[in-house]
């Protein structure tokens, strides 16, 4: 629990199932407002003790308010106290997959790195076409992207494409 990028953690969940502890949680703004929550899974398996970052959601209004960067360091600087020897993570909901590669998290294997760096490139082909834009998915913080945020984007997203298509998976 704490504060992070102006944003309250609270723990509002916490069981042991299966050897595994699971720890979730509530996240509000400065008002006290929900916007959103987290769940974080801990175990040991084959002699390593992993963390699991299993779920993140926060309301796109409050996106980009560092929450997410101050909250994960706080617990990967933890880890590191604690001895927890992986973490892991889950990245299936909206950007989530491309914000931990910016990071420097890798895939669990081929086939999802592949099935995630295809979206990627269907993103980009709608960037460029124009139409993820008439969509009205380029937002952030509820305001529309400019056209030069979008080229950013767009830059970002090819230089990831570049080193998927020229690095070995694994390296």
Known sequence: EGEYGGLTTHVT????SYG???????????SGNSVGSFTRRYRSEGGKNI?????LEIRSSVQ???FSNEFNGHLIDWYR????????V??????GGYAWARLGYGWANRGTAQRILGQLRDNVSRL????AYRGGFLRRNGNDLTPDQITEQIRVAEELLRRGDTL???D
Not at 128 to 131: L, V
């Open 51 to 55: 963390a699991e970052h299993a779920y």
């Open 128 to 131: 460029r076409a124009g139409s």
């Open 81 to 88: 106290s604690a001895g927890v020897d992986e973490v892991h």
């Open 20 to 30: 595994q502890l699971s720890v979730g949680g509530s996240i509000r703004d400065q």
């Open 13 to 16: 969940n916490q069981y042991l």
């Open 64 to 66: 980009g308010s560092n």
């Open 168 to 170: 070995t998976f694994g």
């Open 90 to 95: 889950h990245a299936d909901i909206d950007v």
